[in-house]
């Protein structure tokens, strides 16, 4: 098993910068891949952006490129992922996510998952 655990998130202005943090706990070793996804209400959960663990090869939703940056910490197990130039549409719950094996944008496909934590976005 593999524990995941969230932090950051919270309320910002649009065109502002928040970061999130994730750590991951357990049997890490059996980890391929670390992601974060994102629900807002009344929508399914979506892709937002994945790293591999061996390699560390970035895959990011179209609609987030070029804004989000999905990196490694610089504490073992840990996944960071920066976000800039927010929008109001940017405003969710983001999801943490770990992956045993296979990396795909499908979120029924990833393994572990963390509790979320709110963004919200103002215009």
């Known amino acids: 098993q593999v524990q995941v655990v969230e932090s950051g998130g919270g309320l910002v202005q649009a065109g502002g910068s928040l970061r999130l943090s994730c750590a991951a706990s357990?049997?890490?070793?059996?980890?391929?891949?670390m992601g974060w996804f994102r629900q807002a209400p009344g929508t399914e959960r979506e892709f937002v952006a994945a790293?591999?663990?061996?390699?560390?090869?970035?895959y990011y939703a179209d609609s987030v490129k070029g804004r989000f940056t999905i990196s490694r910490g610089n504490a073992k197990n840990t996944v960071s992922l920066q976000m800039n130039s927010l929008k109001p549409e940017d405003t969710a719950v983001y999801y943490c996510?770990?992956?045993?094996?296979?990396?795909?944008?499908?979120?029924?496909?990833?393994?572990?998952w963390g509790q979320g934590t709110q963004v919200t976005v103002s215009s």
């Open positions: 996510a770990a992956d045993r094996g296979g990396l795909t944008v499908l979120a029924g496909s990833w393994d572990y």
């Open positions: 357990g049997r890490t070793f059996s980890m391929y891949a």
């Open positions: 790293i591999k663990w061996s390699g560390g090869s970035t």
